[in-house]
């Protein structure tokens, strides 16, 4: 099982979008709709911002949301913060009961 | 309020033997998976392995298969992470998490479990 690619980086100014892509690049990866995100804020514990594709747990809010196309599972932050500067992983079904995390999105507000 | 409780840091010398815990709160412990997450200093997430209390079945990515043990007391709420020989390279912080959301999504973590494996 391979990990998602994920860009290393990304940047945006404060009330712009930025999408983050996920690719999978295995077969066996990816193929269904149960990718998830987290956001992982410096020297804390991730968190859950979009399950199975594109849905918000509650207290999300939302400027977060999630889409997939093919094989390319993506999140879109609306509206940037500066409290949105953070790691960003994205999660993916791989097979028997057990998940891959994409490498990991620094995400910067400018 | 659903909690999940991690042991405290550790500092342990290379050969030796550890095993960190995680204990639930606020909801039925034995009803949902417990994955491990393995994060190396200045590095990504990476999903260990799972275990459901319930009935201790439990999997593994193949890259830890062999390397940790992961199980389970359903009579306390809590999950384990064991090493029988650690290495300096076993240097993270290490989560425990559960899947919520039908199984589909990490819901929650516990606060993390520093490990430092130095002679």
């Known amino acids: 099982q391979s990990a998602p690619t994920q860009p290393a980086s990304v940047s945006g100014s404060p009330g712009q979008s930025i999408t983050i892509s996920c690719t999978a690049t295995?077969?066996?990866?990816?193929?269904?709709?149960?990718d998830s995100w987290y956001q992982q804020l410096p020297g804390k514990a991730p968190k859950l911002l979009i399950f199975?594709?594109?849905k918000r747990p509650s207290g999300v809010s939302d400027r977060f949301s999630g889409s997939k196309s093919d094989n390319t599972a993506s999140l879109t932050i609306s509206g940037l913060q500066a409290e949105d500067e953070a790691e960003y992983y994205c999660?993916?079904?791989?097979?028997?009961?057990?998940?891959?995390f994409g490498g990991g999105t620094k995400l910067t507000v400018l | 309020e659903m909690q999940l409780v991690q042991s405290g840091a550790e500092v342990k010398k290379p050969g030796e033997s550890l095993k960190i815990s995680c204990t639930g709160s606020?909801?039925?412990?034995?009803?949902?998976?417990i994955a491990w997450v393995r994060q190396m200093p200045g590095q990504g997430l990476e999903y260990m392995g799972v275990?459901?209390?319930?009935?201790?079945?439990?999997r593994y990515t193949p890259s830890f298969q062999g390397q940790v043990t992961i199980s389970a007391d359903k009579s306390i709420n809590t999950a384990y992470l064991q090493w029988s020989g650690l290495k300096a390279s076993d240097t993270a912080m290490y989560y425990c998490?559960?899947?919520?959301?039908?199984?589909?999504?990490?819901?929650?973590w516990g606060q993390g479990t520093l490990v430092t494996v130095s002679s």
């Open positions: 998490a559960r899947h919520g959301h039908g199984g589909n999504s990490i819901d929650n």
């Open positions: 199975e594709v594109d």
């Open positions: 275990i459901f209390p319930g009935d201790s079945d439990t």
């Open positions: 999660c993916s079904y791989a097979g028997d009961s057990t998940w891959v």
């Open positions: 606020g909801y039925m412990f034995s009803n949902f998976w």
């Open positions: 295995s077969s066996d990866v990816g193929n269904n709709n149960l």
